[in-house]
């Protein structure tokens, strides 16, 4: 179901999360997220939405020191990622950030790809969030890439 191009508004923090939840029932494994948007828009929030969907239990923290973190899911693992404090795009390489971009056992989310400057997967899907005021986000979706089926 990968041909969707897509745009929502969403209300809430709870109905960002509930976006989450159900987006992630249509990933695979080896699926790459990537989120763009300002600081505050709702980033982190959509991951924990996303996690819920793939069976994460437990909180879910926006990686920004770590840069990324690791959960189980039920479905299968969730890698998520925050490249906010990335100094320098080298950096990346001593991560093992390349393992990020085609995930075996599970689902990419990567916060602020813009930092990796060019370092993106063949294919992917981009979620844009644009903060519209209060709690109200406007979401623009769609897969970037080739297809492949699992």
Same mark, same amino acid.
């Given at each position: 179901m990968h041909e969707v191009n897509e745009e929502l508004e969403v209300g809430s923090h709870a109905a960002m999360q509930a976006f989450g939840r159900a987006f992630a029932r249509q990933l695979n494994a080896g699926d790459v997220v990537l989120l763009h948007g300002d600081l505050g828009a709702g980033k982190t929030t959509l991951t924990q939405g996303i996690a819920a969907g793939l069976g994460v239990e437990g909180p879910l923290q926006s990686p920004t020191f770590t840069l990324v973190q690791e959960h189980q899911g039920w479905v299968f693992k969730l890698y998520h990622l925050d490249l906010y404090r990335l100094d320098d795009p080298s950096e990346l390489e001593s991560m093992g950030y390349e393992t990020y971009l085609e995930p075996a056992e599970g689902v990419s989310v990567i916060e602020w790809p813009e930092r990796a400057s060019g370092w993106l997967p063949q294919s992917?899907? /981009?979620i844009q969030i644009m903060h519209r005021g209060g709690d109200? %986000? %406007? /979401?623009?979706y769609r897969f970037v890439g080739e297809v492949t089926e699992p």
């Amino acid at each position: 179901m990968h041909e969707v191009n897509e745009e929502l508004e969403v209300g809430s923090h709870a109905a960002m999360q509930a976006f989450g939840r159900a987006f992630a029932r249509q990933l695979n494994a080896g699926d790459v997220v990537l989120l763009h948007g300002d600081l505050g828009a709702g980033k982190t929030t959509l991951t924990q939405g996303i996690a819920a969907g793939l069976g994460v239990e437990g909180p879910l923290q926006s990686p920004t020191f770590t840069l990324v973190q690791e959960h189980q899911g039920w479905v299968f693992k969730l890698y998520h990622l925050d490249l906010y404090r990335l100094d320098d795009p080298s950096e990346l390489e001593s991560m093992g950030y390349e393992t990020y971009l085609e995930p075996a056992e599970g689902v990419s989310v990567i916060e602020w790809p813009e930092r990796a400057s060019g370092w993106l997967p063949q294919s992917f899907w /981009l979620i844009q969030i644009m903060h519209r005021g209060g709690d109200n %986000r %406007r /979401l623009t979706y769609r897969f970037v890439g080739e297809v492949t089926e699992p």
